[in-house]
């Protein structure tokens, strides 16, 4: 809708202004939180470095696996927000996560049900982003969600074609489903460490497989039609079963104690 913003005077990228907002969002969160569990600024500090080298990484190898064509116009190493796909992205984090609390010996369950609020939040903006910027946006409709891009617009304005904003689509349902994953959180007496992180990280496939079919995607057919629905089902079984495993586990032990 708008690929350029103007502020104080200057035009910036309405992309990369939400995506370096989305990382300052986000590492602001987290050091908050992590302040609340009395871990150290300086541990905290590195997790945020671990975070955003290593979902750089994931995000920029994952997209050359589902989409090299889109290295014909840029590098592989080019340093920006750019060529990038977000679950690759996520990968490189929940490594990031996991080095970081074997390191300084922290539970890792704890800490990723601590990442939640950031990752839901900078996703969110990053969304706003790309809706600007006028890219993941979804399918030609003739539905009351449709919107017009210039780029779909003719200058004498005789026809316009209407796409799906799942850029919005995403964004909303990225904060919506924080609401259940936020009560099991606070349930802790009934849940364990990490359900709070398995029930978002379920729902947000979920969403992303409900969204998928609407979604104009650059990939080939076997990416959009076989590989990401088989890797967002793989991923619901593996939370669902992880959090089942760990709830009932759990409950055997409270049982035990009473």
């Known amino acids: 809708m708008k690929p350029s913003l103007v502020i104080f005077g200057k035009t910036v990228a309405s992309y990369r202004l939400f995506a370096i907002l989305a990382v300052i969002s986000g590492t602001t969160i987290l050091f908050l939180l992590l302040g609340k569990k009395k871990i150290k600024v300086w541990k905290t500090a590195i997790l945020a470095v671990f975070l955003l080298v290593f979902f750089f990484i994931g995000a920029r190898l994952f997209n050359i696996f589902v989409n090299p064509a889109a290295y014909e116009d840029i590098s592989v190493f080019e340093p920006e927000f750019v060529g990038l796909s977000i679950y690759g992205g996520f990968f490189g984090a929940l490594l990031a996560v996991v080095l970081w609390c074997l390191l300084f010996r922290?539970?890792?369950?704890?800490?990723?049900?601590?990442?939640?609020?950031?990752?839901?939040?900078?996703?969110?903006?990053?969304?706003?982003?790309?809706?600007?910027?006028?890219?993941?946006?979804?399918?030609?409709?003739?539905?009351?969600?449709?919107?017009?891009?210039?780029?779909?617009?003719?200058?004498?304005?005789?026809?316009?074609?209407?796409?799906?904003?799942?850029q919005l689509f995403e964004m909303a349902f990225a904060i919506i489903i924080l609401i259940p994953a936020l009560i099991v959180q606070k349930k802790s007496d009934k849940f364990p460490e990490g359900s709070a992180f398995l029930v978002y990280a379920n729902l947000f496939c979920i969403m992303r497989l409900f969204i998928l079919p609407f979604r104009r995607l650059p990939y080939k057919s076997w990416v959009k039609h076989y590989f990401y629905p088989a890797l967002y089902l793989i991923l619901i079984f593996i939370s669902l079963v992880i959090f089942l495993y760990r709830y009932i586990k759990n409950r055997k032990v409270n049982e035990k104690g009473y």
Not at 107 to 118: E, Q
Not at 131 to 157: E, H, M, Q, R, W
């Open 106 to 166: 922290i539970p890792i369950f704890g800490i990723l049900d601590l990442c939640i609020v950031p990752a839901a939040v900078s996703f969110a903006i990053a969304r706003i982003g790309c809706f600007l910027n006028g890219c993941c946006s979804g399918k030609f409709t003739n539905s009351i969600f449709g919107v017009v891009y210039p780029k779909f617009a003719d200058a004498g304005g005789l026809a316009s074609y209407p796409v799906l904003p799942t």
